[in-house]
């Protein structure tokens, strides 16, 4: 344990979202945080960028949560940080294993992520809350509508970032979709500029932080430059996403917007992969508010975001001495 020092437990070290977790919490605050991180691959970035680091099983396995316990009894980790999104539902259904451990947690449900989770669910959510979600259709619906309705936008009914998604010209590239392993939903192309809000909340489903971003240009799903714009038109819709939804914790909303009018797209309990050092840099430190939330700590709205704040980003490197076996 490290004395003076909050420790944190980060997983899935490999990951963007995870990165900007170590640089929040190691880079844009005044108290010192002992940072552990964990992944199954020993050439995951973010591992070198913790103060320590362990390899783990899978988040499939069954020693998985174990294995958190004891780096935690290890380390003197008190607060934990699920990252990946496959493994947060894991997660939640063990808290009360982990609190035994020492560790906190900050999460939803498991049923309302696993509502977050299933895109057919959300949508219809979405629908009943108003929202203005896509027009969503079956496979077999899609294979009825008229040709004037293409393009459309197929995604996998269950899945995180844009893996699989994918525009449908036609009724031709529609069909390929039934041999396809997973299910898929079909949906109406929005267009306009792409949005994505990274929210927190407290275990009432409150927004204390409602950061909006518009993405100007993404890779693999993950935005590479972005901008903060006013979030007063959010809030009020942000509050009724997080209350349909039972948001606790981090989650970001994706929007389409066209002129003035906002397109819900989804909702992720899961923090950002690309943006959210975007947030941190605009004046809501979303990690370390979250740490004080852990702590039973009364944390004010944050509401007063600095707009019109450029992200761009570029690659770095981590040189590592290494053996043959790795």
Request: glycine share 6%; net charge neutral.
């Amino acid at each position: 344990m490290m004395k003076n020092k909050r420790t944190v437990l980060i997983t899935s070290a490999g990951t963007a979202s995870a990165i900007s977790v170590i640089k929040a919490l190691k880079k844009f605050t005044n108290e010192e945080f002992h940072i552990v991180a964990v992944d199954i691959d020993s050439t995951a970035a973010g591992l070198y960028l913790a103060d320590q680091f362990f390899l783990v099983a899978p988040f499939t396995s069954e020693d998985y949560i174990h294995q958190l316990c004891e780096i935690a009894k290890k380390t003197g980790a008190t607060y934990l940080f699920p990252i990946f999104s496959k493994e947060i539902p894991v997660i939640a259904a063990n808290q009360s294993i982990l609190s035994a451990a020492g560790l906190k947690t900050f999460l939803p449900q498991p049923d309302a992520i696993k509502l977050c989770n299933d895109k057919t669910e959300m949508y219809r959510i979405a629908e009943e809350g108003h929202f203005a979600p896509p027009k969503t259709y079956t496979l077999a619906e899609g294979a009825t509508l008229p040709h004037t309705f293409f393009p459309l936008f197929a995604k996998p009914v269950e899945g995180s970032s844009s893996t699989g998604a994918r525009m449908i010209s036609d009724h031709e590239q529609l069909a390929h979709l039934h041999g396809e392993q997973k299910p898929y939903l079909i949906q109406e192309l929005l267009t306009g500029s792409e949005i994505t809000v990274d929210v927190l909340c407290d275990r009432s489903h409150q927004p204390l932080v409602v950061a909006p971003r518009i993405r100007l240009a993404t890779k693999a799903g993950q935005s590479v430059k972005g901008r903060t714009i006013d979030n007063t038109p959010f809030i009020p819709l942000i509050h009724r996403i997080c209350e349909a939804f039972k948001v606790v914790g981090v989650c970001n909303v994706q929007f389409f917007q066209t002129g003035e009018e906002l397109r819900f797209l989804e909702v992720n309990p899961r923090f950002a992969a690309g943006g959210l050092m975007l947030t941190v840099a605009a004046g809501m430190n979303i990690p370390a508010m979250l740490i004080d939330l852990m702590d039973g700590r009364q944390v004010k709205p944050l509401l007063d975001l600095k707009k019109n704040l450029l992200m761009t980003r570029y690659w770095e490197e981590i040189i590592i001495e290494t053996d043959e076996r790795q």
